[in-house]
């Protein structure tokens, strides 16, 4: 079974509507965890490292005052997507696992921004 | 930054066949990881080849890694119709990298 639940699998909003995804590690703890962003028939593209009880760790072009994360406990991060544009819209995964260690995936959360 | 790319970008085979997929990064690893997507889904981890490996199986996956040519291959043997997805190598350095993906389709 999943070892990492995201959720909502998919949200359909306004533009300027923030939207929240949270990601569950289920099975563990979850010190560190990975937020990616996926565009149609492309790469995963890394935005930024949840770190449990600390600031995270955003990737270079990523704006972390539009991207907000929060990894509060052990099993939950947040991506909270503020102000969402159309240019928003996209497929965001997240994952967990410990270093140089297979991540697990969630299932991933599709974005869409009228 | 490193990364890993992927050949070929598309491969489409007939059900039974053998699928060769391969990877080619450009800086050192600790390991490299094969991840599979389905449509629409998160990913799937397949396998993972540490930099002191050169060869690991695991069913009908067999995985190669050559660190002085920096490059690893992802052989899916007898192939099925369920093995159609895209295919991601990534590498594990400070942080996973995932490069731009092999997409398969098993033809029935």
């Known amino acids: 079974g999943a070892v990492v639940s995201q959720h909502p699998s998919r949200v359909i909003c306004k533009s300027g509507t923030s939207v929240k995804i949270e990601c569950r590690s289920l099975?563990?703890?979850?010190?560190?965890m990975f937020w990616y962003r996926q565009f149609p028939k492309q790469s995963l593209m890394l935005m930024a490292t949840?770190?449990?009880?600390?600031?995270?760790?955003?990737e270079q072009g990523v704006e972390k005052d539009k991207f907000l994360i929060n990894h509060a406990s052990l099993t939950l991060s947040t991506l909270t997507v503020t102000s969402a544009h159309p240019e928003d819209s996209s497929f965001y995964i997240c994952?967990?696992?410990?270093?140089?260690?297979?991540?697990?995936f969630g299932d991933g959360t599709r974005l869409s921004i009228l | 930054s490193q990364q890993g790319e992927e050949d070929p970008q598309a491969l489409s085979i007939q059900e039974g066949e053998n699928a060769t997929m391969n990877c080619s990064y450009k800086?050192?690893?600790?390991?490299l990881q094969w991840y599979r997507q389905n449509s629409g889904r998160g990913l799937v981890h397949l396998i993972l080849i540490r930099s002191n490996e050169r060869e690991k199986h695991s069913g009908r996956l067999r995985v190669t890694l050559d660190t002085s040519k920096k490059s690893s291959s992802l052989l899916i043997t007898a192939s099925r119709a369920a093995d159609t997805a895209s295919y991601f190598c990534?590498?594990?350095?400070?942080?996973?990298?995932f490069g731009q993906g092999t997409r398969l389709t098993i033809n029935p």
């Open positions: 800086t050192s690893i600790n390991n």
């Open positions: 949840s770190n449990e009880g600390s600031k995270a760790t955003y």
């Open positions: 990534a590498t594990d350095g400070q942080k996973l990298v």
């Open positions: 994952s967990a696992g410990g270093l140089s260690q297979p991540q697990h």
């Open positions: 099975d563990f703890q979850a010190t560190t």
